[in-house]
C-alpha cells in the first residue's frame, strides 16, 4: 500500500475563522495523506476540526468567515488550494464525493431522488436524461434499495433515514469517485441501519477501489470500518497510526482515555461504571500553552505547559505512527 | 377537521397547497368570486352591448355582431336600434361602455340596472367592461413585477454582498412611500402619459414586496444542507440557485404575487379616481367612481363599481391568505401531525431493512 502513491496529500493544513474576537483556527497544522483503496478514519469529539478538515478539502468552507490559511491539498498531481472555482466544480462529486452527517436534510425536498441522481450524474457524465435514470436506478440497486424503479420517483420525504442516506451515498457514487468523503455519515441513523451503511461503504470500496475518508466520533465504527485512524483533539492531530496498533497501544493520553471509556461487551467486571474524560475541550479562542489536553490529562507535568508539543514518530518503524505527547513511550511502557 | 381525502405531495408543494385550499370555504368563496369576475371580464360584450348577439337585419343575419360591431349596425337612435332588426337575441343589459345617451345621470332602473354616469354612458356595462381592464392591467402588471421581484430577490438573496445591500435599500426606500404617490413620481417622469407607463410605474411600485419575502426565503434556503450537498456534487453557483434555491422560494414568490394582484387593483383604481390613471377610453372601475367627484348625489356611480372593486379585492386576499398557509408548513393545519406520521415511517422503516421499501410505498398515508 505504501508503495503507490498516496492519492490525497493534506500537508499542513490551517483553517481558521474570522469572529468577533479575532480569527480561531480550527485546524491548526494538520497532515495526512490517503492510499487509493484504503479507508482513513478521523476520530474526536465535536468541535476538534475533523469536518471543517473535510470541507476544506473540497474547498466548500464559506469564505468569509472560514480561511485556509496554510498548507497544501494535493490530489492526483494537483493541489486543490489553487484550482479556481470552476476547475473545483470539476473536481467535486467526480473524483471526490461527500456524503453529508444529516441524510435528512441533505436532499433537496422539491425534486425526486431520481432527479437529483440524475443532476449529480449530468454534472459530470454527458448522459442523456433517458440514460442517467437507467444508470440512476442501477445506482440505486447497488446502494441497496430494493425497488428501486418505484424509489427513483419518490420525494425525499416519503424515504426513511437511512433510505435517504442510501441515496445520498448513490449520489456520491454516480460518477465513480476516487476518494469519498464520508463526514460522519450514520450519526443521524439508528444502529442496525448503521452497520448496514457501513458495511455497504465497505463493500463499494473494495469494489471500485475507492479510498474513504470516514469521519467519525464513534471508536467501534473506527475499528472495524477503517485502515488508518486520525485522532484529532482542538483542531490538532493528537495520533495517527494503523486501527490495529492505535486499539493494542494507544499512545495519547487522550487516545487512552476515549478508548477507556467505550463500553465492550462480554468481559470485564459487571457493574461498574463507565469512565469519563473530566472536564471540556478548550475553546479555540483562549487555548491554554503547550499541550490543549493539559487539563484533562492525568499524567500532566510542567514540560506539558511549556509550549507547544510536535508529532513526533512513536513505536517501530514499520508501524508508521505518530504522536503528540512528550510522555508518550515512557507512558506506553 | 373534515373527514378527507389523505394529502400527498412534499410539504409545500402546489399538490399538496391546493388540497389545502380546496377545504378552505373562505379560499373557494375567493377563489369563486375571481373565477367569476374573470368571467364576467372574458365575456362582457355577452353581459352588455348595444349590438345584438345574433341578429337580423333588413333580411342579413349576423352573429357576435356584439364583438365583431359591423358598421352596418351602427345607429345613430336608441329608438332605431330597437325597431330596426327583424329578429335579435340582446345580452341582458342593451348598452355598450362607450355610447354616450341623453339619459344621464339616471339612477338604476330596468333599462340601466346600475344607472348612468353624467354622459348617458350605461355603468353597468362600464362595471363588466371595466372588469376586463382592470384584470387585464392588473395581471400584466403582477406578471412583470413578480419576475421583476423574484430576480431581484433570488440574486440579492443568494449572492449577498454590494447587490444585496442595494436591493434592500431600494426595498425599503419604495416601502416608506405611499404607493400612489410613487405611480405620480413616475408618471411625471414621462412626457406622455401611456398605458404602457402606466403599467410600468404600477409594477415599480409593488415589486418590493415580492423581492422582500423572495430574498428572505433565499437566504433561508441558501444555508440548508442539500445546498451544500449540491456544491460538493460540483454544482456551480447559478445552477444552485436556478435548480435548488428558486424552487424552494417560489411559493413565496406565488403568494406576494396574489397580494400584488389585488394591491395593483387598488393603487390603480386610486389614480383612475384621482384622475391620472388609464390614459385611454376603456372603462375602468375608478373611472366610473370619479363621476362621484363632480355629482355627489349619484350614489349609483361609487356603490356598484365600489362593491365590484371591494369583492375583487377581498377575494384576492382571502385566495392569497389560504396560499400562503397553505404552502407554509409552519402555518399548515396538516403540519402538526405529519411530524409524527415521519417518525412512525421511520421507525417501521428502519426496524428491518425490508419494510424500508414499503415506506417508499407508504407515502399516502393520511395526514390529517
Given amino acids: 500500500m505504501s508503495s503507490e502513491a498516496p492519492l490525497l496529500s493534506v500537508e499542513g493544513l490551517c483553517v481558521a475563522f474570522r469572529t468577533e474576537r479575532g480569527a480561531v483556527r480550527a485546524v491548526d497544522d494538520v497532515s495526512f495523506s490517503i492510499f487509493p483503496g484504503e479507508t482513513l478514519g478521523i476520530v474526536g469529539e465535536s468541535g476538534c476540526g475533523k469536518s471543517v478538515t473535510a470541507l476544506s478539502i473540497l474547498r466548500l468552507l464559506p469564505t468569509p468567515p472560514a480561511q485556509i490559511e496554510d498548507g497544501s491539498l494535493h490530489f492526483g498531481g494537483r493541489d486543490l488550494r489553487t484550482l479556481s472555482e470552476r476547475e473545483l466544480e470539476a473536481v467535486r462529486g467526480d473524483e471526490i464525493a461527500m456524503v453529508f452527517q444529516e441524510p435528512m436534510t441533505s436532499l433537496n425536498p422539491v425534486h425526486t431522488v431520481g432527479a437529483q441522481i440524475v443532476e449529480a450524474i449530468r454534472l459530470h457524465r454527458p448522459d442523456s436524461r433517458r440514460e442517467a435514470r437507467t444508470r440512476a436506478i442501477s445506482l440505486l440497486e447497488r446502494v441497496g434499495i430494493r425497488d428501486a424503479a418505484t424509489v427513483v420517483d419518490a420525494f425525499p420525504h416519503e424515504l426513511s433515514g437511512g433510505m435517504r442516506q442510501r441515496v445520498m451515498i448513490a449520489m456520491a457514487l454516480s460518477c465513480e469517485p476516487k476518494l469519498l468523503l464520508a463526514d460522519e455519515p450514520t450519526t443521524a441513523l439508528d444502529v442496525t441501519i448503521q452497520a448496514q451503511i457501513l458495511d455497504l461503504l465497505q463493500s463499494l470500496r473494495r469494489s471500485s477501489h475507492m479510498a474513504i475518508l470516514l469521519i467519525t466520533h464513534d471508536l467501534s465504527v473506527v475499528e472495524h470500518h477503517t485502515d488508518r485512524v486520525l485522532v484529532m483533539y482542538a483542531g490538532e492531530v493528537v495520533e495517527s497510526a494503523r486501527v490495529g496498533d492505535l486499539f493494542r497501544r494507544p499512545a495519547h493520553p487522550y487516545t487512552r482515555a476515549l478508548l477507556a471509556s467505550m463500553p465492550r461487551l462480554g468481559g470485564g467486571k459487571r457493574r461498574t461504571r463507565l469512565p469519563t474524560i473530566e472536564g471540556v475541550v478548550p475553546g479555540l479562542g483562549n487555548l491554554p500553552k503547550g499541550c490543549r489536553f493539559q487539563e484533562r490529562c492525568g499524567a500532566v507535568v510542567e514540560s506539558c505547559r511549556a509550549e507547544r508539543i510536535p508529532l513526533t514518530s512513536f513505536g517501530t518503524v514499520e508501524e508508521n505512527r505518530m504522536v503528540r505527547c512528550l510522555r508518550a513511550e515512557e507512558l506506553a511502557s | 377537521m373534515s373527514p378527507a381525502k389523505p394529502l400527498t405531495g412534499p410539504r409545500g408543494s402546489f399538490r399538496r397547497a391546493l388540497s389545502i385550499l380546496a377545504r378552505r370555504r373562505l379560499a373557494r368563496f375567493g377563489a369563486a368570486a375571481i373565477a367569476v369576475l374573470l368571467w364576467l371580464g372574458t365575456f362582457a360584450d355577452f353581459f352588455a352591448a348595444d349590438l345584438p348577439i345574433i341578429g337580423v337585419h333588413h333580411g342579413e343575419t349576423f352573429f357576435f355582431a356584439n364583438v365583431t360591431e359591423p358598421a352596418t349596425l351602427v345607429v345613430e337612435t336608441e329608438e332605431e336600434k330597437r325597431t330596426s332588426y327583424e329578429f335579435a337575441l340582446w345580452p341582458p343589459v342593451h348598452h355598450g361602455p362607450y355610447v354616450e345617451t341623453d339619459q344621464r345621470l339616471k339612477p338604476p332602473n330596468r333599462e340601466h340596472p346600475f344607472g348612468t354616469d353624467a354622459r348617458g354612458r350605461d355603468v353597468f356595462a362600464q362595471v363588466v367592461h371595466g372588469a376586463r381592464t382592470v384584470l387585464g392591467l392588473a395581471f400584466v402588471c403582477v406578471a412583470l413585477l413578480v419576475v421583476l421581484g423574484t430576480l431581484a ?7 449577498g454582498g454590494l447587490l444585496d445591500l442595494i436591493v434592500a435599500r431600494l426595498v425599503e426606500t419604495l416601502t416608506a412611500f405611499p404607493a400612489v404617490v410613487l405611480v405620480l413620481a413616475i408618471l411625471a417622469l414621462v412626457a406622455r402619459p401611456s398605458v404602457a407607463a402606466l403599467v410600468i410605474a404600477l409594477s415599480l411600485t409593488r415589486w418590493t414586496e415580492v423581492t422582500r419575502l423572495v430574498r428572505a426565503e ?91 372593486l371591494f369583492v375583487t379585492v377581498i377575494s384576492q386576499n382571502l385566495l392569497g391568505e389560504a396560499l400562503r398557509d397553505a404552502l407554509d408548513p409552519h402555518r399548515s393545519v396538516a403540519a402538526g401531525h405529519e411530524r409524527d406520521d415521519d417518525n412512525a415511517h421511520r421507525a417501521a422503516a428502519e426496524n428491518s431493512s425490508s419494510s424500508e421499501r414499503e415506506s417508499a410505498i407508504f407515502q399516502a398515508a393520511p395526514r390529517v
Fill in chain 2, 153 to 159: 430577490g433570488a440574486l440579492a438573496g443568494y449572492f
Fill in chain 2, 218 to 308: 433565499v437566504i433561508r434556503v441558501s444555508t440548508q444542507d442539500y445546498i451544500l450537498a449540491a456544491r460538493a456534487l460540483g454544482a456551480s453557483p447559478l445552477r444552485i440557485l436556478a435548480r435548488h434555491v428558486f424552487p424552494n422560494a417560489r411559493a413565496q414568490a406565488i403568494v406576494a404575487g396574489t397580494f400584488a394582484l389585488s394591491s395593483t387593483i387598488l393603487v390603480e383604481a386610486s389614480c383612475d379616481f384621482l384622475g391620472f390613471g388609464l390614459p385611454s377610453s376603456a372603462p375602468t372601475w375608478g373611472k366610473v367612481m370619479a363621476g362621484l367627484r363632480d355629482d355627489g348625489h349619484a350614489w349609483w356611480l361609487f356603490a356598484f363599481p365600489g362593491a365590484v
